[in-house]
């Protein structure tokens, strides 16, 4: 039998991680991406350089797959559902088009009657003027941000007057929660109330980026249960199929919120290669495959540290302990702000 395809859109470090994940369920990889330099190549079977919005050069990667997938969540929706007409797309395009946008994600979460931060949408100086209400607050794009890109804190009404905002954008201004902690919930669906779920995961953010992610998260019952029992049914309710992260806040009074879904495998869950029997880019990979679905088991405790900018030069030269597991992710410069690589350290 003739190995199965992958398509996979995006080739940051992602799409590496997915690429090796399949090599070891023996599937073919072929990724496309618009950076002539994508990391992910150097992990892949066949790469597809071009932007995607470029018909002909999609139809070429449609060719080459039997199924296609994706590592990060700004892949515009035409070209999604151009493909979908060919080829299946895991998860389907149609989410993606929910939870691409912060207010429509947010107005999605809470017709489950799970809560959110609270938010107001904003469109002109006006709005924001009219909504003061919601500083100190943090200014959003509702669309194409990342690692904290097109955000602005505002303390006070002062601060409006002290930033340029393009209003070419639209906006969603959020309340600052006055965080405790940051856990994250990833989730493999693979059908119908089928699915594998990692325990919570511990996140410090540092300049709005994912430093360390640890397990077991320092959480009482309540959190544990309700981040649990919230992702199963935001996975469900999109009928989900593949890895899905859902990121929470937790205040100091022990709220919970959800602060957004990537639908995708997270950073948080990189440490799941090393603490778990499957980690979460395996799952991704079985159940956008239709492969058979293993009862995912925590082997040990685990955390991981990411190597932001210049970070990663200390880490190259480190001499590694049999519990510590380095990636470097290869990426052709070092960039600050950039992430270089991680590091999981097991506890046995
Ligand atoms: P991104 O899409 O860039 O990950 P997030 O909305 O997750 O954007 O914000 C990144 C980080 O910034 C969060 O993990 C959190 O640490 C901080 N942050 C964002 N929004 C809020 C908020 N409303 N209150 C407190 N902290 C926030
Ligand atoms: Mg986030």
Redesign the pocket.
């Known amino acids: 039998m003739s190995k199965l395809n992958l398509g996979i859109l995006g080739g940051g470090q992602l799409g590496s991680m997915l690429a090796t994940a399949a090599k070891k369920l023996d599937i073919n990889i072929i990724i496309y991406c618009d950076d002539k330099d994508a990391p992910a190549q150097k992990f892949s079977d066949n790469f597809l350089f071009g932007s995607y919005n470029d018909e002909n050069k999609i139809s070429e990667f449609i060719n080459k797959v039997d199924v296609v997938t994706f590592e990060f969540e700004n892949i515009p929706f035409n070209t999604l559902e151009f493909i979908n007409k060919h080829k299946q797309v895991l998860p389907k395009p149609n989410i993606n088009q929910v939870i691409q946008n912060r207010f429509l994600e947010k107005k999605f979460v809470n017709s489950l009657n799970i809560k959110t ?1 609270d938010y107001v949408m904003v469109k002109n100086l006006k709005d924001l003027h009219n909504n003061v209400n919601f500083l100190p ?2 200014l ?1 794009t509702t669309t194409l ?5 097109g ?1 602005f804190k505002l303390n006070s009404k002062n601060d409006i007057e002290k930033i340029k905002i393009d209003f070419d954008n639209e906006y969603i201004l ?4 006055n ?1 405790k902690k ?1 856990i994250s919930v990833i989730i493999t669906r693979f059908k119908n109330q089928t699915y594998e779920i990692y325990e919570p995961i511990e ?1 410090i ?1 540092e300049d ?1 980026i994912l430093k360390f992610s640890e397990i077991p998260a320092n959480i009482n019952d309540n959190i544990l249960n309700l981040s649990t029992e919230w992702a199963k049914k935001i996975s469900e309710e999109l009928d989900y199929i593949g890895t899905l992260c859902v ?1 929470y ?1 937790i205040d100091e009074k022990d709220n919970i919120y959800v ?2 879904i990537a639908p995708r495998v997270h950073n948080s869950g990189h440490l799941t290669i090393n603490s778990h029997n499957i980690s979460q880019f395996e799952n991704h990979i079985r159940a956008v495959c239709g492969m058979n679905k293993i009862k995912t088991k925590k082997k040990f405790n685990a955390k991981m540290i990411n190597l932001i900018g210049d970070d990663i030069t200390k880490y190259r030269n480190k001499r590694i302990q049999e519990n510590e597991f380095f990636f470097d992710y290869l990426k052709k410069e070092i960039k600050p702000k950039r992430k270089m690589g991680h590091f999981t350290t097991i506890f046995k």
């Open positions: 931060t607050g943090i959003k941000g990342y690692d904290g890109k955000q959020e309340k600052v929660v965080l940051e996140n953010h709005q990121e806040f602060n957004e």
